[in-house]
């Protein structure tokens, strides 16, 4: 949120300067993102007046000026604004003078006659995006005066972030009063508007057919309003500062009682309202069509605000378009009206909206705010835009009105949790400051927090008050107080540090994203996995809970290549959610995935040939070897090609990971058609693990041999389908244990090779712990072994 310094200070003194302001608000919980300047830097512009505009004679569309800035000869300047009139007071860039952009003003003939200066519009000063004509200024505006100097430009603006719980700060005045608190001297003492005399009787009937989604709903009625004009200098210079754009009288006001005290307002066409306006919940499907021109359909837990038409607004969030104000409205209906959070929040998003009025609703806004803020906003608009009001009408259900309950704060609790005691009058003065009722208790206080606190519900949040606005560095740092009892960890669970560790040493990265996904995508790569659905999503592509890591990686891996990255490693450590078919338990699976994609190795000199090509099925194959072997029992694990492979992944380039026999994981290229329609430049390779497969292994003794090896090697010509772990299965069944490693060195395929076959080579180690082995024993053991593959694989065996 964006508040002026200036107007800061129409609430509050301030007595530090806007960057030590930003810094002592940071501390007590509104982090100060950006100090920025209230315009551009500029300048030799001054306040003039036109005494004269006549066409010029070379041109149509300028004009020549006679320009007065209160002393010296009045000069001469041609202009070519539409609205540039005798009488009217607009800024003078003099000539010397320097504008926004390094733009310089010197003397020039435009068309033959000679300019001495330029009539400045908002956009060529930097203080507006856009503009269709020069700078208007009030007609009391001081002849010669410095432009930067009238418009009070030497202001600081803080970018102030405010919390999710925190929609009373979402206001100056929110901000003035936690100022206030930290100063101790609370707000000035300013009184409040008073309510506007009406000139009228006419009234607007409103129903509350829903009290406890709205208790409170102010309106009144405005005449003879010109909507047509453009509001206050200050008026619209404020809105700006506060990132505001300025649209026309009436809509101004809305947006600068809302910015000033934290109560969002709307404005009806009154000519368009038909009836009477009736608060209450939507019926099945019925539509409307909002401010913006999008057409929705509410469902029965939306709020609306109606006439005997149809609906004419949702309630706390946008207001429709067939009562919208326009430049030719003359005749407004006022609404400023309290909505309970429960009934706006979550509504919005249901249509992508994220409007300034459902950001506060759904927060919580003051609920006896309303007829004060409806003051204020008659009493603005007559005093520029005129207008005759009717009275100020309070349509209240009174049994539905929020309260705030006490809530107790013990001394010994608090100086627990802080570690730290202050003096009971301090304590008091503090929640004082912060506008909150305190009376003292036998161990303590009850605090009865302020209408617009509705986050405070229990004692910590009382203890946080405290401890934020005494000042954190006011508490002094000391160890904790108390046992600390340590469970120990089981030897099987592997140690996510050497995980994570072992990854990040092959090359990966770690990512973390939302526990939420994308369904669209995550359909697309999982469509017989449900995902459980999100009631109130933050986005239409984050609604879904994940079902898999992959959706993350994946959207993270098109967002490096976007940002032209040609070696991707990326890896993530978090929970899927599985929902059991059939019913609606979802249960969480600590897993382990990881992508990868672009080139082998990096790219450098002595890399060439081979190493250049782009990572495959066997590279990701061997990082998960890696953590295989972490977990001392990396022969437990095999890849399985299956049977029937996730649709996701390349057929023929997919393997199960199974350990003891439980598939555990999966790894494997995906799947073509998905790299096409994802538009990736190179093809990921995929994986991901449940980590409880990857337990250790508990360490046992095994005494080393001191006899010598005997190695032995063999050529296999077996099927295809054979895969390379059922052949070291059947091998290491057949040796006995006197096999102690076995290595295969070569798959060949080729001439000499059967189509369909392939030829794998083994390297047998024979060793025994208490002999060394003979010629025979070993030769025994060889005949065992190939005896058993070509009865088990119908294996041959090549010479």
């Known amino acids: 949120m964006k508040v002026p310094y200036s107007w800061l200070t129409d609430w509050v003194d301030v007595p530090w300067p806007a960057a030590e302001l930003g810094a002592r608000l940071t501390m007590a919980g509104f982090e100060l993102d950006a100090l920025e300047a209230a315009a551009p830097v500029f300048s030799g512009v001054v306040v003039a007046e036109i005494l004269m505009a006549e066409r010029h004679p070379q041109a149509d569309k300028l004009q020549v000026c006679r320009v007065s800035v209160g002393k010296g000869e009045p000069v001469q300047i041609v202009c070519g604004a539409p609205n540039a009139r005798a009488g009217m007071k607009s800024a003078l860039a003099t000539v010397g003078a320097k504008l926004p952009g390094d733009l310089f003003i010197n003397a020039a003939r435009l068309r033959g006659v000679e300019s001495q200066g330029m009539l400045a519009s908002a956009k060529e000063l930097g203080l507006a995006e856009a503009s269709t004509g020069i700078l208007e200024l009030p007609d009391d505006a001081p002849l010669g005066a410095p432009l930067r100097e009238y418009l009070g430009l030497e202001d600081s603006v803080l970018d102030l972030a405010v919390g999710a719980n925190r929609g009373d700060a979402m206001s100056v005045l929110g901000i003035a009063r936690e100022v206030g608190a930290l100063t101790g001297k609370g707000l000035k003492r300013l009184r409040g508007t008073p309510e506007p005399v009406a000139g009228r009787t006419d009234t607007f009937a409103v129903h509350l057919d829903a009290p406890a989604s709205c208790p409170t709903f102010v309106g009144c009625v405005i005449r003879g309003v010109n909507n047509r004009g453009t509001s206050p200098v200050w008026l619209r210079e404020r809105l700006r500062r506060a990132g505001v754009r300025s649209i026309s009288p009436v809509v101004d006001v809305t947006n600068y009682v809302m910015l000033d005290l934290g109560q969002p307002m709307h404005a009806y066409d009154l000519a368009k309202l038909r009836g009477e306006i009736r608060v209450r919940n939507a019926r099945a499907g019925e539509g409307m069509i909002l401010l913006d021109g999008r057409s929705i359909e509410a469902s029965e837990d939306v709020l609306l605000i109606t006439d005997s038409e149809g609906p004419v607004g949702l309630a706390g969030i946008m207001g429709g378009q067939r009562t919208a104000v326009s430049t030719d409205t003359t005749d407004v209906f006022f609404e400023g009206a309290y909505f309970s959070p429960q009934a706006v929040i979550g509504r919005a998003r249901r249509w992508g909206l994220v409007t300034d009025a459902s950001q506060r609703y759904e927060r919580g806004v003051d609920p006896t705010l309303q007829q004060r803020a409806m003051n204020k906003a008659v009493t603005l608009l007559q005093s520029f835009a005129g207008g005759s009001a009717g009275p100020v009408i309070v349509t209240q259900s009174a049994e539905h009105q929020p309260t705030r309950k006490p809530v107790s704060l013990r001394r010994s609790r608090l100086e627990r949790l802080l570690g730290v005691g202050f003096p009971n009058d301090r304590i008091a003065a503090t929640l004082t400051a912060l506008q909150m009722k305190v009376a003292a208790a036998a161990d303590g206080w009850t605090v009865t927090p302020p209408p617009h606190r509705f986050e405070i519900t229990i004692e910590a949040d009382l203890i946080e008050e405290v401890a934020r606005i005494i000042g954190f560095e006011a508490i002094p740092e000391a160890d904790a107080v108390g046992p600390h009892q340590f469970r120990s960890m089981p030897e099987e669970r592997p140690s996510e540090h050497v995980l994570l560790e072992a990854l990040a040493n092959r090359g990966y990265e770690e990512t973390i994203s939302f526990s939420f996904v994308d369904p669209v995508l995550q359909k697309r790569l999982f469509p017989d996995r449900p995902g459980l659905e999100l009631a109130n999503p933050i986005a239409s592509d984050l609604s879904v809970m994940r079902v898999s890591l992959w959706p993350g990686l994946i959207h993270a891996a098109l967002e490096n290549q976007r940002r032209q990255q040609d070696r991707i490693r990326l890896f993530e450590h978090g ?188 390297g047998l180690i024979f060793q025994d712990i208490s002999r060394t082995l003979t010629d025979e024993d070993v030769e025994q053991l060889m005949a065992s072994v190939v005896t058993d593959l070509r009865a088990s694989v119908n294996a041959r065996i090549r010479e």
Do not use: M
């Open 575 to 762: 929970a899927n959610f599985i929902a059991a078919p059939g019913t609606h338990v979802t249960r969480e699976v600590d897993c382990l995935a990881g992508i990868a994609l672009g080139t082998r190795l990096p790219e450098q000199w002595g890399v060439t040939g081979k190493a250049r090509v782009s990572v495959d099925f066997y590279d990701v194959k061997a990082d998960i070897e890696a953590l295989s072997i972490a977990t001392g029992g990396s022969d437990s694990f095999v890849f399985e090609a299956p049977g029937n492979p996730l649709s996701c992944l390349h057929p023929g380039r997919a393997a199960r990971i199974l350990r003891f026999g439980h598939e555990v994981g999966w790894l494997g290229e995906l799947h073509p058609l998905l790299v096409k329609e994802l538009e990736f430049t190179y093809t990921p390779v995929l994986f991901e693990l449940e980590i409880g497969s990857l337990n250790v292994r508990k360490p046992e003794y095994r005494e080393i041999s001191r006899f010598p090896q005997v190695r032995r090697d063999l050529a296999v010509v077996v099927d295809e389908s054979v895969a390379l772990s059922t052949l070291a299965e059947r091998v290491t069944l057949s040796a006995t244990s006197l096999l102690s490693e076995l290595r295969i060195f070569d798959v060949y395929r080729g001439p000499g090779v059967e189509t369909g076959r392939k030829s794998v080579a083994l």
